[in-house]
């Protein structure tokens, strides 16, 4: 019973000598993300640290090299298997902030590995889109993005682009077929997106290839 109990409380020590050991080596790579020293982060990871170790506002290791700029922190996630699709708490991904940045080699690197291009949300073609990077909706496009995907809300790239005033972007999606006509929730197209902006040359890109407002007008004759 002694040797038992003995076991029981050497057990429970460890455990909490274990927990306070990696409650330090969390605030020590904090601290070294913070500082972007990606060498003092990769260290914690060769002592046993977990790759997929996530901080306080649900971002990975990963979603946080890319957004730190860290490419050496990238590359050693990647060869290390980081889960590439994990979602923060906004719902994005590593992708999805890279797109959003504009790094193709980030970009590039993280599809490379097998990082999902299509899920429900704001998939990375969106962001892409929204933040005016033609070069990365064109290569997420050839990786297999939907050129039609949706926000959570309805709105295809092709309406972010419009509503930006992001002519480039629009010329490539219409290119590649994007659908003016697709209206998000709110009943608006990417026409009735240019519109707004008084965006005139997006505005007579889209009607040529078939756009129109998916806005319905009712003449009250009452008044």
């Known amino acids: 019973m002694k040797s038992a109990v003995f076991t029981l409380v050497v057990a429970l020590l460890a455990s909490v000598f274990s927990s306070t050991v990696w409650a330090g080596a969390y605030e020590d790579m904090e601290n070294a ?60 991904t590593a992708l999805s902030i890279a797109a959003f940045t504009g790094n193709m080699a980030y970009v590039q690197r993280i599809v490379e590995s097998g990082a999902q291009v299509n899920f429900f949300g704001w998939p990375p073609i969106t962001y892409a889109a929204f933040n005016n990077h033609p070069a990365i909706v064109e290569y997420l496009i050839k990786k297999g993005a939907e050129v039609n995907a949706k926000t959570e809300n ?23 077929e994007a659908d003016p006509t697709i209206a998000n929730q709110y009943g608006e197209t990417a026409v009735d997106a240019a519109m707004k902006g008084n965006f005139d040359e997006i505005l007579q890109l889209l009607r040529d290839e078939g756009g129109r407002s998916g806005k319905s007008f009712t003449l009250d004759l009452s008044k």
């Open 33 to 92: 993300i913070t500082q972007r020293d990606a060498q003092a982060v990769i260290k914690l990871l060769d002592r046993g640290m977990d790759v997929n170790t996530v901080n306080r506002e649900g971002d990975t290791l990963l979603i946080q090299a890319v957004r730190n700029d860290m490419p050496e922190l990238l590359d050693a996630l990647l060869q290390r298997r980081a889960r590439l699709n994990f979602r923060n708490r906004h719902g994005e």
């Open 154 to 176: 309805g709105s295809t790239a092709l309406y972010l682009a419009a509503r930006n005033g992001y002519t480039d972007v629009v010329k490539l999606l219409l290119r590649y």
